[in-house]
């Protein structure tokens, strides 16, 4: 491992350029900043043998981009992408994502948004179920935010005008983009080629195992990969349990050189508790997630947290129901279902990894239920006592606000959901005693003598830790 040899002096800067590269699989020379891409230059041949020894991840670095390429264990449904309001991709811009992209890598050095929509709309009509109307202000909006993500990230850089203009009247508003070709060919790389996949699940580690035909196991595991798969769900989940694993895979987790060696590589912090190990980015750099954090979901999520604790241990309340995690069938099968079966090259085809069962998987672990309903009655407590310094908009939604919070609790593997309510999962017991400070502010005096008066919600500040 090369991090082992590097000096004391400048451990901390591999360090942030191994997070850098595990937190962004693409860094060009603006995303996530203008200093990303230098760093991850300095260190590219000791970060390459690294990442690729502890996790199979294999690093392209050239002038204008760096590209990680990383090994998907498990679908992941917590991490979408997101507009620039922070609002969830739904299915419409992954489809204009996708046919943008594909029309870029066609386009010459530059491209306007009009002419960009004209080839995704010619594409989108050959899909079923897929269309992009120039006309409806939707979908406007909808091909705004996927071209939005791309100059994020730029595989397109604005030359000239607007495309707020645009989405408002196509009509009078357009916008020029300058094409960064390199990004664009690095952006799409996906380890097999779609139009031969029947099932999401080619695109997972092992869907090319080996299989005994005689009774459908793998004919051997590599100790190497058990140990890669342990690493990478150690930085790609807040938690991981014991219970996710198999019998090699627990042993591995419990083993001090696994989380040690992921420890030097990123600079994280470990904590073990008896159910699972949990790496802590004191730094701030790695996760996506910074929790406890400010704003009323984040506040009201550590109080639910809290509140869901102490339910859980009350001797006093009723027993609780207790339910096994749900695996990703459902998931998969929804996904499988909006392939296009056009467009699969059926004498290519194939169907993905193949379901096994190992024999020393251990007995699904069960987990205490709690209802919506229970939810929504704290949520609506929590709304009363400390109402009057959220925000306006979560004043008047308590269902909305339950949901976000739960929904947050859900990515960070404190809870996990299902219809009717979530499972309760053993790390969110750390956060059992929150404090809860509400300190009123003395209003600033007024520039103004005939300005309005300050309200007591603009006074009040509200902390949970």
């Given amino acids: 491992m090369r991090a082992r040899d590097i000096p004391t002096l400048a451990l901390d800067s591999y360090q942030r350029a191994a997070r850098v590269a595990l937190a962004n699989h693409l860094v060009t020379t603006t995303y996530p900043d203008r200093i990303a891409l230098p760093l991850l230059r300095r260190w590219a041949t000791e970060l390459r043998e690294d990442l690729l020894e502890l996790f199979g991840y294999r690093l392209e670095v050239t002038e204008t981009t760096a590209r990680l390429f990383p090994v998907l264990d498990a679908l992941d449904a917590t991490q979408p992408a997101r507009t620039a309001s922070d609002r969830v991709f739904d299915r419409r811009r992954y489809a204009y994502l996708a046919l943008a992209l594909a029309a870029l890598g066609r386009a010459g050095n530059q491209i306007t948004l009009s002419e960009l929509a004209d080839h995704v709309a010619a594409e989108a009509g050959q899909v079923d179920g897929v269309e992009l109307a120039t006309d409806r202000a939707a979908d406007r909006d909808a091909f705004v935010d996927a071209v939005g993500w791309l100059g994020a990230r730029g595989a397109i850089s604005l030359a000239d005008g607007d495309a707020g203009g645009w989405a408002n009247n196509p009509s009078a508003g357009e916008a020029l983009y300058d094409i960064e ?176 069962h190992s024999e020393d998987q251990a007995a699904p672990a069960l987990y205490p239920f709690i209802e919506n309903s229970w939810l929504a009655s704290t949520v609506a407590d929590l709304v009363e006592r400390f109402g009057r310094t959220f925000a306006a908009q979560w004043q008047a939604d308590p269902d909305g606000l339950r949901e976000r919070a739960t929904t947050l609790l859900h990515r960070l593997r404190l809870v996990h959901s299902i219809s009717g309510g979530v499972l309760v999962l053993p790390v969110i017991a750390r956060y059992r005693d929150v404090m809860v400070s509400v300190r009123d502010r003395a209003p600033q005096d007024s520039l103004f003598h005939n300005s309005r008066e300050t309200t007591a919600g603009d006074t009040t500040e509200f902390e949970a830790h």
Avoid: C, N, W
């Fill in 181 to 356: 070709r390199s990004v664009v060919v690095a952006m799409f790389r996906p380890p097999r080629a779609v139009q031969h996949l029947r099932s999401v699940t080619g695109l997972l580690a092992g869907s090319d195992t080996i299989v005994d035909e005689e009774d459908d196991t793998p004919v051997q595991v590599d100790p190497k990969e058990t140990l890669r798969q342990v690493r990478r769900a150690l930085v790609e989940r807040p938690v991981v349990y014991f219970d996710d694993l198999d019998r090699d895979g627990r042993s591995a987790l419990a083993a001090e050189r696994t989380v040690a060696d992921v420890e030097m590589l990123t600079g994280l912090v470990s904590e073990r508790r008896g159910e699972g190990v949990a790496l802590i980015d004191t730094s701030g750099r790695l996760s996506d997630i910074r929790f406890p954090s400010t704003g009323t979901i984040a506040q009201v999520a550590l109080l639910l947290a809290g509140e869901i604790s102490d339910r859980v241990i009350d001797p006093d309340a009723g027993e609780l129901a207790h339910h096994a995690l749900s695996d990703d069938t459902d998931l998969i099968d929804t996904l499988d279902a909006a392939i296009p079966g056009g467009g699969i090259f059926d004498d290519l085809a194939e169907f993905g990894s193949t379901a096994t």
